[in-house]
């Protein structure tokens, strides 16, 4: 079993930045993809960004590319979002997720574990 818990959500004007964190516990990483998605008030889980368990290939969504930076640290067990120019489009709860693949996916079902999510929200 992988346990994942989120952090560094919070308020932030538009234009502003936040960095997520995904602490994994119970089971190494560095055999999962990671993966962030997001689920807005009223509207479906979409997808966000992933990355390989290597680090070595990333995707991201359209609506984020240029603007989201996803990472990971597989000695610290950790994944990572940085978020810049954020938008009120952004508003939403972000989950990460663990797919024990070494491919990359933005399909959710995919997923083997996922965290409880972040509120992150976009607001003057």
């Known amino acids: 079993q992988v346990q994942l818990v989120e952090s560094g959500g919070g308020l932030v004007q538009p234009g502003g930045s936040l960095r997520l964190s995904c602490a994994a516990s119970g089971r190494a990483i560095n055999n999962y993809a990671m993966g962030w998605f997001r689920q807005a008030p009223g509207k479906e889980r979409e997808f966000v960004a992933v990355i390989s368990w290597s680090g070595g290939l990333t995707h991201y969504a359209d609506s984020v590319k240029g603007r989201f930076t996803i990472s990971r640290d597989n000695g610290k067990n950790t994944a990572y979002l940085q978020m810049n120019s954020l938008t009120p489009e952004d508003t939403a709860v972000y989950s990460c997720?663990?797919?024990?693949?070494?491919?990359?996916?933005?399909?959710?079902?995919?997923?083997?574990?996922w965290g409880q999510g972040t509120q992150v929200t976009v607001s003057s």
């Open positions: 997720a663990a797919h024990r693949t070494y491919g990359i996916s933005e399909i959710a079902y995919a997923y083997d574990y």
